[in-house]
């Protein structure tokens, strides 16, 4: 057994699951801040970016060195490429939840207009599968990953739907177009967090299974179970 | 898996059984190793990969109590069934972990002795295959001046090996089993055999057996993991060391035994 290969894998892992947090606190702030028009929380998600951008770095230079002097092998190598993979997913989640929160901020100059989508439905929907995701990396399980990629679809239609009414929106209520366009944009970054979401999903089911399962892909092989 | 159907086959093992006085070093290994590529030959100490390349050209036999039974085909040759052993390792060369050019012989006795012993006397041909040879084991610009003036044993570690393959190649096999040449080389000597390697497979079926997995996953096409004289598994290279269908060969690749 390679005792110190196999304490820095777990603190690569323990690092990925702090910046997964960061990430997820992120989109729930923007969110919150979304609804309640709160500036005080559209900082913290600012403030909190950097600590995203800081912990991509650390991850990425430990999982380099990782390659460079461990030379992993098999399901070893799969879950390095996962958490680089992952990574990079959730320092753009944190990016999806800046730009929530820039639309926040130009939100609170304008008067309120009541628009007919269901924001915090969508975020309570996208942060479930965020959540998810997470998990399915921490107990190393590719069917709980599976179910993420199945609510991928929830997530566009809910995006989908947002799309036309605030359209008929912005024809019927000239007044409440940027608004109107605020929301929309909203509902995109979501949609955009739902996908990085999958891709943490599709990642997790690479190293469990060695199974590429992107762009509805067939497995080829699958690799023998990982515990 | 065995080589691809659309791959000629170099080597065909079937049932081999290998054993030391009542140890059973092999255990019933069946594989088809392709022609013209490399297979490496990976698992932890005393599991069977050395003897098992060793039953490819009959130098197991040559311990004492030492049995095989099964059958080993080279393209028309039948490995074990009526074939002189040394017939057979004129068409299987092999070379050892530990360089081993004859420390008295000059560069070029070293090449042209499994030639002489064959009989071969043609001056000016064994010239030709010397160079040749030389040249195909990437060691020609680095001695052609001396030739005769110096021994094999005066070169270095990395040129003593890379002599010792063109020795194996001066008698032109067509398979050539490699027990572990790099293991005693720098990363520099070692990369210069991993070069050849890859040029060697154009024109023989390579058998490597290394415990340096790195080097294993550079060089060959396909890799047979062997435990406890038993071939767990045999696959492409890149399907063994990314995503192996056996839990105990993953295990071994990622360090979590062995």
Same mark, same amino acid.
């Given at each position: 057994m390679r005792t110190r290969f196999q304490q820095a894998l777990d603190e690569l892992r323990q690092r990925l699951l702090l910046m997964g947090g960061l990430a997820e606190q992120a989109v729930d702030r923007a969110c919150r801040a979304y609804t309640e028009r709160d500036l005080t929380i559209c900082h913290m998600v600012l403030e909190g970016e950097t600590q995203i951008n800081a912990a991509e770095r650390e991850i990425d230079e430990l999982a380099f060195d990782l390659l460079a002097m461990q030379q992993p092998m098999a399901v070893d190598l799969r879950f390095i490429m996962a958490v680089i993979k992952i990574n990079s997913d959730l320092e753009r989640v944190g990016d999806q939840a800046v730009n929530i929160t820039e639309r926040v901020m130009d939100l609170v100059e304008m008067p309120a207009e009541e628009l007919p989508v269901d924001i915090p439905r969508m975020a309570t929907a996208v942060g479930a599968m965020v959540r998810r995701a997470l998990e399915s990396f921490i107990e190393g399980k590719a069917e709980l990953a599976m179910a993420v990629l199945e609510m991928d679809n929830v997530i566009d239609r809910m995006r989908d739907e947002a799309f036309i009414m605030l359209v008929k929106t912005m024809n019927e209520r000239p007044q409440a177009t940027r608004q109107a366009l605020d929301a929309l944009l909203v509902t995109r970054n979501l949609e955009r967090v739902a996908d990085h979401a999958t891709n943490i999903a599709e990642d997790v089911i690479f190293w469990v299974r060695?199974?590429?399962?992107?762009?509805?892909a067939i497995p080829e092989t699958t690799a023998p179970a990982k515990k | 898996m065995n080589a691809e159907p659309n791959t000629e086959i170099g080597v065909q093992v079937e049932n081999l059984n290998a054993w030391f006085g009542k140890t059973? =070093?092999?255990?019933d290994i069946s594989m088809n190793v392709a022609a013209k590529h490399a297979t490496a030959i990976i698992g932890p100490?005393?599991?069977g990969k050395s003897t098992f390349v060793r039953c490819l050209n009959r130098?197991? @036999?040559?311990?004492?109590d030492a049995r095989v039974t099964g059958r080993v085909r080279i393209g028309e040759l039948?490995?074990?069934? *009526?074939?002189?052993a040394v017939y057979v390792r004129r068409h299987v060369g092999m070379v050892f972990q530990k360089a081993n050019p004859f420390?008295?012989? +000059?560069i070029y006795d070293n090449v042209a002795a499994g030639l002489r012993l064959n009989g071969f006397s043609d001056r000016h041909k064994l010239d030709e295959i010397v160079e040749n040879s030389l040249k195909m084991a990437v060691l020609w610009d680095e001695i052609k001046g001396d030739l005769r003036k %110096? +021994? *094999? =044993?005066?070169?270095s570690g990395g040129q003593q090996q890379r002599l010792c393959i063109a020795r194996a190649l001066a008698v032109e096999p067509q398979v050539l089993l490699m027990d @572990? /040449?790099? +293991? =005693?080389?720098d990363p520099i000597s070692s990369g210069k055999i991993e070069d050849l390697i890859f040029q060697l497979k154009e024109h023989y079926t390579i058998v490597i057996v290394t415990h340096n997995m790195q080097q294993a996953a550079r060089v060959a096409e396909y890799t047979g993991f062997f435990l406890l004289g038993r071939l767990i598994e045999f696959d492409k290279t890149e399907k063994i060391f990314t %995503? /192996?269908?056996e839990k105990r060969t993953e295990d071994y690749i990622t360090g979590r035994f062995g």
């Open positions: 060695g199974a590429d399962v992107r762009h509805n | 059973q =070093a092999l255990q100490s005393g599991c130098m197991h @036999e040559t311990v004492r039948d490995v074990y069934n *009526g074939t002189p420390p008295t012989m +000059s %110096k +021994s *094999g =044993a005066s070169l @572990e /040449p790099c +293991s =005693a080389l %995503k /192996p269908s």
